[in-house]
């Protein structure tokens, strides 16, 4: 189960917008029903409101502070927008520093639980509370205070946004099941001694079992999920594993065409990357990456434990690009 901290924008004493809505106090209603319905879904959440902060530092100060004062999987702000008094919708937007897919998830799902029109995910490398932040960060903008529109929205589906927030961040929401991939099922070769089952494709749903026999298994669906590059639900129906840790041994499906448009930049999504001194996972660990910095990757390589491999232009070894987003 995941680790949470999510907190309102701005401090009781350094109110942010006021439109028709107060953006301080709006964003102290949120915070607690996202954080109730993800606990509902097992996860623990922690809440955080700044109630001294005078300054604009004090405030970004007291929150980053709080944040990175816990052990958490991932970092939640929530803000509402302004720009100028209307009656227009304007809508939903979700800041990124370096989670856009995150980013966009939850701004789609606020967006199709409520009608707000979706502005989508918006990179913003200049805001304290993204870049300072230790873990993974997006800073939600639920509506637009000075929008009529959007406040009459977001006053009637206010439940629906706050779950939609939840569930999107935790992963959880399935709508609709993914369309039959061709290709399956197949069977893979599981290539570490202990493999977690869980009941869903993704680390945070629960553990229900593990295969500990290095055995051969029969995937008959994928899907996409926290915690792996991707998820195959076995044919067993014991549940679903981590396909970064398997090996296909037999597939119909015909191989993905070799990545080109090397060399490429990545940024490092984790606290702490192994270099190693060749594509796997058995090469001897020769380094590490722990300032979640920009490097250049200049070949690609499959091997053992990461669904790829990258080589650093610096020479000084390979990564797992699994912990990493192209930039
Ligand atoms: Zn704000």
Not at 27 to 51: C, F, I, K, S
Not at 117 to 144: H, M, Q, W
Not at 285 to 302: K, L, W
Request: glycine share 10%; net charge positive.
């Amino acid at each position: 189960m995941g680790r949470y901290v999510i907190s309102s924008g701005h401090s009781l004493r350094n109110s942010g917008a006021i439109g028709y809505l107060n953006e301080v106090m709006e964003a102290r209603r949120v915070v607690p029903r996202v954080a109730h319905y993800m606990r509902q879904l097992g996860h623990t959440v922690l809440e955080y409101h700044d109630n001294t902060g005078i300054t604009v530092s004090e405030n970004l100060n007291n929150i980053v502070r709080y944040h990175n004062s816990q052990t958490r999987d991932v970092d939640i702000s929530i803000h509402f927008n302004a720009f100028s008094t209307t009656n227009q919708p304007r809508g939903t937007e979700v800041l990124y520093y370096d989670q856009s897919a995150l980013a966009a998830r939850v701004s789609k799902a606020i967006s199709d639980s409520s009608g707000l029109i979706n502005r989508g995910a918006k990179r913003r490398t200049d805001l304290y509370f993204l870049n300072s932040t230790a873990r993974p960060a997006i800073l939600i903008e639920v509506c637009f205070v000075d929008s009529s529109a959007d406040v009459a929205i977001y006053n009637s589906k206010f439940e629906q946004i706050c779950q939609a927030i939840a569930h999107s961040i935790v992963g959880a929401a399935t709508p609709t099941p993914p369309p039959p991939t061709p290709g399956l099922p197949y069977g893979v070769r599981v290539t570490v001694d202990q493999l977690n089952i869980r009941s869903g494709p993704g680390s945070n749903y629960p553990i229900v079992g593990s295969i500990t026999d290095r055995g051969s298994y029969t995937i008959v669906e994928e899907a996409n999920g926290s915690g792996a590059s991707k998820w195959g639900k076995l044919k067993s129906g014991a549940g679903w594993i981590s396909l970064d840790f398997v090996e296909v041994t037999s597939t119909p499906t015909p191989p993905p065409p070799p990545p080109t448009g090397l060399p490429y930049g990545v940024r490092v999504t984790v606290d702490q990357l192994n270099i190693r001194s060749g594509p796997g996972s058995n090469y001897p660990i020769v380094g590490s990456i722990t300032d979640r910095g920009s490097y250049t990757i200049v070949e690609e390589a499959n091997g053992t434990g990461a669904s790829k491999w990258g080589k650093l232009k610096s020479g000084a070894g390979w990564i797992s690009l699994d912990y990493c987003q192209k930039i």
